[in-house]
């Protein structure tokens, strides 16, 4: 439902108009909603109308210019009117944008021209497109597509398939829904007053020119007050207390501030599983929290989203936001109290070293490269002539882009590749048609000579990785917000990203210990031990329980697929991968976001429902 009332709390939801005549009819095309608010241009006209929670939003009106920070911020009211009185242009709330901590929107009117983006990460994400002649913004694309009648663009479905993550940049940035753009990260759209528009890049990643010391002084710092803008948003704040150094660390930041702070641990069903271990020491050492440990088992697990009938409200395939359990974890939470939830999402694309940081500090300090290139060797099991071929990689991102398309059916080289970002591949049960429908688009692509997020090929897979983690933790939220509670993530934050890529490469690594950076980051926050922690846990059991319980479910579920009335998969290959013996779970991964595709299917409004999908029935049930 488009700016219609949730289900029990308020799930922030908005639509960006132009100091234009024709706004009004565009208000008049939204459903009425008795929490429909609006704020407005200096004109009177509407900015923006939509639902949100009184906390969530900080403005401030000087003169003719607005301004709205949507989400989470340290930003008062007074400080954002202050900023205000020296704006002259929307290029002017630049400075404002690059400073600002916490997970936002910024929306401003300056005379009447409109200035509106969302984050790098895309945790906060801006779509647009023409209604009635004008441009207008809004936080999900189904807005705009319901006013303009518009539905899913189905050659652009096969790419969905693509594992792990969808598919490359700037190809994941493409909309499925027809006559809608997605704002790309670190860009802004400038919506003039006749309705017309362009968009302006405002953000470039930062160059990685600093040495350990100030770089993780600036981490801390950043950190710190990315943690302070969600507590300062209520008086008890909860955060995943996994045992592992990421939302742990975030535990203890939380624990400095004045605030109620609640813990959850998910206690995996493997005894030989040490989060348990770590998690309960570290609860130990915040006396002041309250801990709540829930065991696996007492979860709806993986999987779960076959035997339910929620709909799957999403303007993306949900790939690892798994909504049961999101949607336990946020019920549980909101029954203690909290409003805001916060994960480690985004901490290992950070601060692991992969093997394109081994590549940058290869070329940009190659004598201190020595010891972390036979480090990792060894890890991975490398040959000299694999490692070589790392240190000297220098393929441009659209001959990359090319390779990759042609590689989107062979068997993927795990722990030896090399690439931009990691290689997509189609799933064994894609058919035919969907292979070559990708490899088309993949092709076009390339031959546009895309730019990579980033000039260094390290910094576009981080940036890469964290919208993924970005898409997540929006499509998370949403889950949260029928219970009252938002999920965050504070390693994405824009500030806390910059601060992370600053530094220098040959700081970056340590042979012999995980996320050097953040350990160092959080020396004298977080508990020494857990900083030396070297061991990572493994959550597949969870994923072979997960499949145990839900076999027959998702076999059912897929003799009537929506994918494949559209031609996209074979479900003769979805039967065979549910249901052989897997030595790990790799043959698996493919699988959840087939499942994730799906699912949003079936969810789809009927007038967004691609040409030959049946209307889908409810999911029921399971074995």
Same mark, same amino acid.
Request: aromatic share 2%; proline share 6%; charged share 20%.
């Given at each position: 439902m488009i700016l219609g009332p949730p289900d029990r709390e308020i799930d922030m939801e908005f639509l960006i108009l132009p100091d234009h005549p024709a706004s009004a009819g565009i208000t008049a095309l939204l459903p009425d909603s008795p929490r429909s608010q609006v704020i407005p241009h200096s004109s009177g006209r509407p900015l923006i109308v939509g639902r949100w929670a009184d906390h969530e939003v900080v403005t401030a009106s000087v003169g003719r210019n607005s301004a709205a920070v949507l989400g989470t911020t340290t930003l008062t009211s007074a400080a954002l009117a202050e900023r205000l009185r020296t704006v002259?242009?929307?290029?002017?709330?630049?400075?404002?944008?690059?400073?600002?901590?916490?997970?936002?929107?910024?929306?401003?009117?300056?005379?009447g021209r409109v200035r509106a983006q969302g984050t790098v990460s895309t945790a906060c994400q801006l779509f647009h497109g023409r209604v009635d002649g004008v441009t207008v913004a809004a936080d999900r694309p189904q807005t705009i597509a319901s006013m303009t009648g518009a539905g899913i663009d189905e050659e652009l479905l096969a790419l969905q398939l693509l594992t792990p993550f969808g598919p490359p940049w700037p190809l994941n940035m493409t909309s499925l829904w027809r006559g809608v753009r997605t704002l790309l990260p670190g860009h802004y759209v400038d919506i003039r007053a006749d309705g017309t528009e362009r968009t302006i890049r405002y953000w470039t990643p930062p160059e990685p020119e600093l040495p350990l010391e100030p770089g993780v002084a600036a981490l801390r710092e950043a950190l710190e007050t990315a943690v302070a803008a969600r507590t300062s948003r209520g008086a008890t704040i909860s955060a995943d207390l996994?045992?592992?150094?990421?939302?742990?660390?975030?535990?203890f930041l939380a624990a400095r501030h004045d605030t109620r702070l609640v813990t959850?641990?998910?206690?995996?069903?493997?005894p030989a599983n040490e989060d348990r271990i770590w998690a309960a020491r570290c609860a130990d050492r915040l006396p002041h929290a309250q801990h709540l440990v829930v065991p696996m088992?007492?979860?709806?697990?993986i999987y779960a989203e076959v035997a339910s009938d929620t709909a799957q409200d999403s303007d993306t395939p949900l790939s690892f936001a798994r909504r049961p359990m999101m949607e336990h974890?946020?019920?549980?939470? !909101? *029954?203690?109290?909290? /409003? $805001?939830?916060?994960?480690?999402?985004?901490?290992?694309?950070?601060?692991?070293?992969?093997?394109?940081?081994?590549q940058a500090l290869a070329h940009s300090h190659p004598l201190s490269a020595v010891r972390p290139v036979r480090a990792m060797k060894s890890m991975r099991r490398w040959t000299w002539a694999t490692t070589l071929h790392v240190l000297l990689y220098n393929q441009s991102y659209p001959r990359w882009m090319a390779s990759a398309a042609e590689g989107i059916t062979a068997e993927r080289a795990w722990g030896t590749a090399v690439d931009w970002e990691i290689a997509p591949?189609?799933?064994?049960?894609?058919? !035919? *048609?969907?292979?070559? /429908? $990708?490899?088309?688009r993949i092709h076009h692509a390339a031959s546009q000579n895309p730019e990579p997020l980033a000039p260094l090929p390290v910094h576009h897979e981080m940036l890469r990785l964290t919208q993924v983690n970005g898409t997540a933790v929006r499509t998370s939220s949403r889950i949260g917000a029928g219970f009252g509670v938002s999920f965050q993530a504070p390693f994405i934050d824009d500030r806390v990203l910059?601060?992370?890529?600053?530094?220098?490469?040959?700081?970056?690594?340590?042979?012999?210990?995980?996320?050097p950076v953040l350990a160092a980051a959080m020396r004298g926050i977080a508990p020494d031990d857990l900083l030396a922690r070297q061991s990572k846990a493994d959550a597949s059991p969870e994923l072979y329980i997960g499949l145990r319980r839900h076999r027959r479910r998702l076999t059912e579920l897929f003799e009537d697929s929506r994918l494949a009335h559209l031609g996209l998969v074979d479900v003769d290959g979805i039967r065979t991968v549910l249901n052989s013996l897997h030595i790990d779970t790799r043959p698996l991964m493919p699988f959840e976001l087939t499942l994730a595709n799906e699912l949003w299917l079936r969810a789809l409004p009927t007038h967004a429902r691609p040409a030959g999908t049946p209307t889908p029935q409810p999911v029921r049930g399971a074995s």
């Open positions: 002259r242009s929307v290029h002017d709330l630049d400075t404002l944008a690059r400073s600002l901590p916490g997970c936002f929107h910024l929306v401003a009117s300056i005379g996994s045992g592992g150094k990421d939302s742990t660390s975030l535990c959850v641990h998910v206690q995996s069903s493997d088992n007492a979860t709806p697990g974890v946020a019920r549980l939470v !909101a *029954d203690h109290g909290s /409003a $805001v939830h916060l994960q480690g999402t985004g901490s290992d694309e950070l601060f692991i070293p992969s093997a394109l940081s081994l591949k189609m799933p064994p049960w894609a058919t !035919a *048609d969907a292979i070559d /429908a $990708v490899r088309r910059e601060a992370a890529m600053s530094i220098r490469p040959a700081d970056r690594m340590a042979p012999g210990q995980v996320k």
